[in-house]
Nanobody, 116 residues
Framework: QVQLVESGGGLVQSGGSLRLSCVAF????????MNWYRQAPGKERELVAG????????IYADSVKGRFTISKDNAKNTVNLQMNSLKPEDTGVYFC?????????WGQGTQVTVSA
């Protein structure tokens, strides 16, 4: 069964850091581009960061460049998102997304709340 499980969310003060993790079950992340998305209350889900399964290249939303870092550990089948210098506007539910074949899978999400 294909499943993505996120963890690491929580409540943090502005300027603080959090590290999110996403563990994949049922498929290997080495065969899939992996992405982190977030959804703030009342807003659409947006891409935050992505990492290629071919060459490990990364992409970031302009709003998080220089503050967030996506990485992966193929041996642990895990993708991480290190978030530094957090701002209140980073608040939202963070989702991990992966592909197995032509089907995309989403985790259940983890809540990140940044207080001013």
């Amino acid at each position: 069964q294909v499943q993505l499980v996120e963890s690491g969310g929580g409540l943090v003060q502005s300027g603080g850091s959090l590290r999110l993790s996403c563990v994949a079950f049922g498929f290997s992340i080495s065969t899939s581009p992996m992405n982190w998305y977030r959804q703030a209350p009342g807003k659409e889900r947006e891409l935050v960061a992505g990492i290629s399964n071919f060459d490990g290249s990364t992409i970031y939303a302009d709003s998080v460049k220089g503050r967030f870092t996506i990485s992966k550990d193929n041996a642990k089948n895990t993708v991480n998102l290190q978030m530094n210098s957090l701002k209140p506007e980073d608040t939202g539910v963070y989702f991990c997304r992966g592909m197995y074949g032509t089907t995309q899978y989403w985790g259940q999400g983890t809540q990140v709340t940044v207080s001013a």
